[in-house]
């Protein structure tokens, strides 16, 4: 059996469907389907293994890694800045950060300048740029 008759008899009892009026009271009928940008960029022959693994829970190793030091730093800046957790957070938040970069390839520029603006942000002062 080839596809292309697969395809013409789908095709026809979905008209067939839809002149019974079978998908007329469907949820969202008449508006515009999700984007997928997340996928926007996949190659085609990719986007379907990338849905199977999506569906399957599957995270990628940096969005697990930001993730993390986003509620690491939520949790940093409850913490008294001289205490021991706080040491260890910052420790456990730079390591994390050196994960990050060495997931992107290991650019330490990238890192340095993502973990000063981390610290900005749950500190709530501004570091002055590198030079």
Do not use: C, W
């Amino acid at each position: 059996m080839s596809f292309a008759f697969l395809e013409r008899i789908a095709e026809e009892r979905i008209q067939e469907a839809l002149q019974r009026g079978e998908f007329d009271h469907l949820p969202g009928a008449g508006k515009p389907l999700p984007d997928e940008d997340d996928l926007a960029l996949v190659p085609a022959e990719l986007r379907m293994a990338y849905r199977v693994l999506k569906n399957a829970g599957y995270v990628p190793e940096e969005v697990q890694l930001r993730r993390e030091i986003g509620e690491l730093a939520q949790l940093l800046a409850l913490a008294v800045e001289d205490s021991l957790e706080y040491r260890d957070g910052m420790a456990r938040l730079r390591l994390l950060v050196q994960r990050l970069g060495e997931t992107r390839g290991g650019h330490l520029a990238v890192q340095d300048h993502y973990g000063r603006k981390l610290a900005e942000r749950f500190r709530g002062k501004r570091t002055p740029p590198a030079e």
